[in-house]
């Protein structure tokens, strides 16, 4: 499933460094390098899915689990009381430049609406 010119797939790997926050069979969790909030990481399936438009049916129960990861990981951030923000971008025009699936959590600010 690891596909070695896949940034993320590496990451989850190891063979490029990151900033873990969280692993478990399933997900890795990591510090984004640029990030856009005081807490801003990455919640990525270790399974290559390329985006929220390619997950199957089969991803079902992955998709549930990373849900539940990513609430737990915001209490473990300190967000469970303050409120926080998912982002999953997709695609072209929704603005993903990475092209393995990873769902945005960004919180430790108050947020904007709409965002950019
Ligand atoms: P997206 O634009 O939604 O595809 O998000 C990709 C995210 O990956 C951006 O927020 C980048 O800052 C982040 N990113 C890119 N390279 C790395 C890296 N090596 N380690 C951690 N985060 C990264
Ligand atoms: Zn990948």
Redo the contacts with the bound molecule.
Sequence with gaps: MSQSDC?FCR?VAGE?P?EKVYEDDLVTA?????P?APV?V?VVPKKHITSLAHVEEEDRALLGHVVLTLSRIAASQGLDGRGYRL?V?TGDEG????GHI?F?LLGGRRMGWPPG
């Excluded at 990591?30 to 640029?34: A, G, M, R, T, Y």
């Excluded at 603005?95 to 990475?98: F, L, M, S």
Aim: charged share 10%; net charge neutral; proline share 0%.
């Design positions: 940034l990451i490029i990151s990591f510090k984004d390098i640029n856009a801003h990455l982002v971008n603005g993903q430049t990475v990873h945005h």
